[in-house]
């Protein structure tokens, strides 16, 4: 399967940095491995992974393996705007910090209410540092932004994720979604995955996303017990305190203790079942 970009040849669009956005999930490696194969072109410049500085382990392992050498053509560079985890650790002591969708519980009368926090997490975390790394290559750091686009940005959503496009509001940058073009879902990413024998990138997102469905929590409490422990220490740090917000705030949507809210619903989308609220393409890709 083969897609060409508009420029198969290079630069004489303008364009002077292609990037691909590493969320390092199953749809931005195999975006990765099919630019490395030539199947999706003009090859990116680099990748950029931005790291809050709390994902799973095995995500950690996977980035590994993708800047190992002979993996990836292209440089993989990481680049962190923070660390959420130490964030929100602080963040119940009425320090600053950059919300998460949690949800919040509060008394109305003789019954509770509960709601959800504006997420400023995925731009602090994510968006403004590799937008920061991507200026900074191009020499653009102070410097008056192009009014016409010289950085293309390769977003790894997939064709059923469709409705998650969102053009780039900048002129300096213009965002592509090659897998969409490709009209390529989740699951034709995994079966090119296998068909490569590459193996199966784990769920990428951060430990305590609000946003993780439960089949997700019931994975991470059977089978990564450090990460759950984590995530039930988050969730116990942000109850009260948090500037701003009103009420005691939970990870889980049901707003209950995370390690005592019922797990066992028959909902099984697996990763971010708020799927309509999820990050905009670069959380969980
Ligand atoms: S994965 Fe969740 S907590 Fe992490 S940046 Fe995205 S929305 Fe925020």
């Known amino acids: 399967m083969g897609v060409a970009s508009a420029d198969a040849n290079g630069r004489e669009d303008g364009i002077r940095l292609r990037v691909l956005s590493l969320g390092a999930g199953v749809q931005s490696t195999t975006l990765a491995l099919m630019a490395a194969h030539g199947e999706i072109a003009p090859m ?3 990748a950029i992974f931005a790291d809050t ?3 799973p382990r095995a995500v950690y392992d996977h980035l590994a393996w993708l800047r190992s050498p002979n993996v990836l053509p292209f440089p ?3 680049v962190r705007g923070g660390d959420i985890r130490a964030d929100l650790l602080r963040a119940g002591r009425g320090e600053r910090w950059a919300s998460i969708p949690a949800f919040t519980r509060t008394v109305k009368g003789a019954r509770f209410e509960i709601g959800m926090i504006r997420r400023q997490c995925t731009k602090d975390y994510k968006i403004v540092p590799i937008r920061r790394a991507v200026r900074a290559r191009l020499g653009l750091t102070r410097r ?3 009014d016409h686009a010289v950085a293309e940005q390769w977003i790894g ?3 059923d994720e469709v409705v998650r496009m969102k053009p780039s509001f900048e002129a300096w940058q213009v965002n592509r979604w090659p897998l969409i073009e490709a009209r390529m879902t989740r699951a034709d990413c995994l079966r090119w995955l296998t068909r490569h024998d590459y193996p199966v990138p784990p769920k990428s997102s951060c430990i305590g996303c609000p946003f993780h469905a439960d089949a997700l929590w019931r994975q991470m ?4 017990p450090d990460a759950w422990r984590d995530a039930v220490a988050i969730d116990r740090a942000i109850r009260t305190g948090l500037r701003g917000i009103r009420g005691e705030v939970f990870l889980h949507r049901s707003a209950i203790a995370l390690d005592e809210a019922d797990l066992s619903t028959s909902e099984n989308a697996g990763q971010l079942g708020l799927w309509g609220n999820e990050c905009e393409g670069l959380c969980g890709v």
């Open 221 to 224: 409490r059977e089978d990564d």
């Open 157 to 159: 959503i997939s064709f």
């Open 44 to 46: 990116p410049d680099c």
């Open 76 to 78: 993989v560079h990481v």
């Open 144 to 146: 008056r932004s192009p």
């Open 53 to 55: 500085g709390s994902e």
